[in-house]
């Protein structure tokens, strides 16, 4: 059953992401349209859209740890896409900010972005996204050669930034934000590589037992029925 | 969400000729009133000191049944007033204020009106919405998080209620506080504020014919969304400080704590003005977006009643936005 599952999961993954990661904006459309949206639309949706993009953010930073604890490689197939569709909320999150709030009036968006910490940490993170979008294919990925890789790491700093944003945004009750600034410090420690190996060692440990396990259930069968 | 039926949203027409049954604040004569403009301190004087700012609050003020502010923007809808909240005591959801709410008990209500003052009361709600004239007023409300209304609040100015209960020379300051019922108030049992909600006003503020105490909106009694049965709108002053729910105001001779001094110090102040030019550290307070409009528009010192209230302020140093 497990197995069977696990099967399913690993050859679906690819549309099961791509459909998660939709539906809040396809929801958001709805609701935009329904005007489901309350009293304060253009807030709402500057939230929903930048609370979709921290957890697609988290999802993509997720899948490699995931594979470290669990061991399911199909997952590593769809984190460019999870980062990609957390690049398109930041897109939609900041363009909703300058034109529609601030009428892109750049005197006002400048001294929202340049003159408070709050949007300043929410813009910096946009900016350095950027260049991971457009570094995203196959074909960057093979000129950058071991670049891309340090590249790349800058996705937990785009994080981190986007969760103190978060952060900054609260009034007080600053569980939700804190919550996942920890869950992005703990997929943080899970890439050390001391971590790993030990979670590694431990898999495959747990893997040696259970194999025994069952071969020694399947020998005592086998003892049982030649009785 | 609980959505208030359509049928109970009144129209404008029915509403234009309900409001003609709110009667007008009937001061007469009151342009010439504010001659001079240097401070009083005896208490008596600052009576006559507000009987005239108040008159010149109804001279520029809207008339009742006006569908625009004296600025000429229209007033938010019912359904935005009623839908769109903040209430901690309910919930920090905006949207859920008015779903967690339904059904909490204003009557029987009581105020207890003591501390420094000759003549300390219980006031039943009932009393307070008949004992004086209910006047419409039209405010603009402007929430520290950057969002506006233009609301139509009937209630009686808070003036009025200190004459009655007479504070001694020694008041200084009035101290609000709303129900402490945690088993009605959900959010009262979260632990990152101190509950209940204080507020406070310095004597002269209150005393200020734009302070009100507000029992209704559109003319009809507030919902428990709004701060029923009974709230405190000072509309030159950020929202958080327009207390809900009011069990009791003492006139005390020391500046009380608030609900939010105490929760965020380095954010939240005592005298929390409007002012576009002092940055909350957070965000700017430059703009503000009214409900029901896309776009922002330039907030405005005092929010936009600075000739009410700026001579309160002279010589204080208010650039903190902490003040």
Known sequence: MYATMRAWLGKNIRWIAHVSALAPLVLLGFDALTDTLGANPIQEITLRTGKTALLLLISSLACTPFNTVFGFPPIIKVRRELGLYAFLYVCVHFLIFALIDYGLDTDLVYEAIFEKPYALVGFTALVLLLPLAVTSTKAWQKRLRKKWKSLHKLAYVVTGLAVVHYVWLVKSDYREPLAWGALVVVLLILRLSPVKRSILMVRSRIRTRRAQTVRSSLATSVVKSQN | MDKVPSSEITSKDNYLSRRKFIKRAAIIGSGALVGGGYLYNRFQTRMVQTEAASALVAEALPEAGSLVDEMGDPLNSFEDIANFNNYYEFTTDKQGVARLSAGFPTSPWQVEVGGLVNNPGVYDIDDLRTKWDQE????????????????????????????????????????????????????????????????????????????????????????????????????????????????????????????????????????????????????????????????????LPFNGYADQVAHLYEGMDLSQHNA
């Open chain 2, 136 to 299: 419409e007023r039209i405010y603009r409300m402007r929430c520290v998080e950057g969002w506006s209304m233009v609301i139509p609040w009937v209630g009686f100015p808070l003036h009025k209620l200190l004459a009655e209960v007479e504070p001694t020379s020694d008041a200084t300051h009035v101290r609000f506080e709303t129900l402490h019922a945690p088993d009605l108030m959900p959010g009262q049992s979260t632990p990152w504020y101190e509950w209940p909600y204080v507020e406070g006003l310095r004597l002269d503020e209150a005393m200020n014919g734009l302070a009100i105490l507000s029992t209704g909106l559109y003319g009809e009694s507030l919902l428990p969304q709004n701060g029923a049965p009974i709230r405190l709108v000072v509309p030159w002053k950020y929202g958080f400080k327009g207390i809900k729910s009011i069990v009791k105001i003492n006139l005390v001779d020391y500046r009380p704590v608030t609900l939010w001094m105490a929760a965020a110090p380095n954010e939240y102040g005592f005298v929390s003005n409007v002012q576009p030019d002092v940055p909350h550290p957070r965000w700017s307070q430059a703009t503000e977006r009214r409900i029901g409009e896309l776009g922002r528009r330039e907030t």
